[in-house]
Structures are given as structure tokens and as C-alpha cells.
């Protein structure tokens, strides 16, 4: 069972705009988690929320965990190559140990 | 120093074969994951340890059996390899099992089944 969705699955953009990544999910999760994965390596935290309704930034990175916490999104702002990689959201339910992964936005990001 | 580091990094085996993969981790960590990424790139929880006692474990056919000599380290093997298997295999460690912790990942091993 799939418990979350992401979308899109695929993103080609230049550099300079903007983006929205979406993570939804019919669970409600105690907390979730952003990772991103670049070619060759294994996925490296980016953020964690936890209250519904939470807005975090990281430098351009926006994120925000839907009110019921069910959803989450991530935003990102004049994207550059370096944002370049696999963006994957987790979600910990409140009766398991271990992160349910999407299946991840694989975003590319053109000089 | 590498958190976590497994070995091998890729992994190329015939079909039947046997095969190990090794995880270990330097953080003082008490959980220890595997978690499968198919060629998809779908993370999928294998199996988890804490404190070396098997916590979680999701549906995997019992070719594959972990084995947790100690907090620290976290070793797969894999009976009698089938195609299927051929995906990329990632330990991680986590500090516990509390919600919300930053799980560490190591940089997967690459398998090959032909």
C-alpha cells in the first residue's frame, strides 16, 4: 500500500523559476519528513515537521505541513542546477517506527 | 568519517547465488534500518532493528535474513538471489525510535542480479 503520493513525478525547469513539489496522503502522520537524493548517494534530510499548519524555510526552500497532516508541500524559489535531485517526502504514522517514503520528484533544474 | 557506510558499493552476482551486504555506523545510534529503492526509485522500509533486538518486518520473502551482531552494525544476506532482488539497498540509522528523527542513510549498495 502506497501511503503516500507526490507530484509530480517528473520536473524540468530553468533556472530562475519556481516550483511546487506536492506530498498527499489519506494517512495522517505525527510527523514528515523531507529528503533529497542525488545520483550515486543515499537521502539526506532537508526538513522535519511536526505541528499541522508548520511552515519551515530553508534559505529558498519553503515547507509546509498540511493543517490535518495529511499533506505536505515544498516550495522552492528561483531554482538553481544545484537544486538539481530526487525530492522525496516520509511520513511516520503514529503507530509504526519507520518512515513510509513516496515515490519521490526527480527535478531537474537547466542553466 | 562516513556515518554510515556499507559495503559493497555494487554488487554484480548470478542468480542463486548467496550474498552479504555489511552496514555499520559510527553515530552512537540504537535503530538500524534496510530499506530497498527500486529501479522506480520507490524507498521501501525492509527491516528495522533497535537496540538489536527486529522491530519491523515488512513483507520480505525470507531469503533475506539481517543479522545485528551489536547497536552498530546491521548486516543483510540474501539466499538463493533471484532478478527481482537487483535494486539498490540502503542502511540507515536513526538515533531511536522516537518520532521525528533524522534517519542517516548510507550510500546504498548497488546489486546486480544477471
Known amino acids: 500500500t502506497q501511503l503516500l503520493e507526490q507530484s509530480p513525478q517528473f520536473l524540468s525547469i530553468q533556472e530562475g523559476e519556481n516550483l511546487t513539489v506536492y506530498c498527499n496522503s489519506s494517512?495522517?502522520?505525527?510527523?514528515l519528513q523531507w529528503y533529497r537524493q542525488e545520483p550515486g548517494e543515499g537521502p539526506v534530510l532537508l526538513v522535519t515537521v511536526v505541528t499541522g499548519g508548520e511552515v519551515k524555510k530553508l534559505k529558498r526552500l519553503t515547507f509546509q505541513f498540511g493543517d490535518a497532516r495529511k499533506d505536505s508541500s515544498l516550495h522552492i524559489t528561483a531554482a538553481q542546477p544545484g537544486d538539481t535531485g530526487l525530492y522525496l517526502c516520509a511520513g511516520e504514522t503514529f503507530s509504526g517506527y519507520a518512515l513510509n517514503f513516496g515515490k519521490g520528484t526527480s527535478l531537474l533544474v537547466t542553466p | 568519517d562516513t556515518a554510515v557506510s556499507q559495503t559493497p558499493k555494487y554488487l554484480v552476482t548470478q542468480m542463486g547465488n548467496d550474498k552479504s551486504i555489511k552496514c555499520e555506523q559510527n553515530l552512537g545510534h540504537d535503530t538500524m534500518y534496510w530499506y530497498k529503492q527500486d529501479s522506480k526509485k520507490f524507498l521501501k522500509i525492509m527491516f528495522s532493528?533497535?537496540?538489536?533486538?527486529?522491530?519491523i518486518n515488512e513483507t520480505v520473502p525470507n531469503r533475506f535474513s539481517p543479522k545485528s551482531p551489536d547497536k552498530a552494525h546491521l548486516n543483510l544476506h540474501i539466499n538463493s538471489l533471484e532478478l527481482g532482488d537487483s535494486a539498490v539497498y540502503f542502511c540507515?540509522?536513526?538515533?531511536?525510535?522516537?518520532?521525528?528523527?533524522?534517519?542517516?542513510f548510507g550510500e546504498g549498495s548497488w546489486l546486480t542480479v544477471v
Open positions: 540507515a540509522s536513526s538515533q531511536d525510535i522516537t518520532a521525528g528523527n533524522t534517519i542517516y
Open positions: 532493528y533497535n537496540n538489536k533486538e527486529l522491530i
Open positions: 494517512s495522517v502522520f505525527s510527523s
